[in-house]
């Protein structure tokens, strides 16, 4: 049975952006299950990140 997950961390401050901790988690999970549908959505809790993870919601958004 192939499963839809969603991946949405937040940030390991100092270690890895929410960006790179989604995609790292992803590798990780299809590694072991290569059949499932993945989705990553990086999260942000108002601090450092925020933008970075409004940005990659909203391909469209511009920074300024």
């Not at 989705?39 to 409004?54: K, N, Q, S, Y």
Request: glycine share 10%; hydrophobic share 45%.
């Amino acid at each position: 049975m192939q499963l839809r997950v969603v991946i949405a961390p937040d940030s390991f401050k100092g270690t890895a952006t929410a960006v790179e901790a989604a995609e790292a988690i992803a590798a990780g999970w299809l590694e072991g299950r290569p059949g499932d549908s993945l989705r990553c959505v990086p999260m942000a809790d108002g601090g450092e990140g925020v933008l970075d993870a409004f940005e990659r919601a909203r391909p469209d958004s511009v920074r300024r």
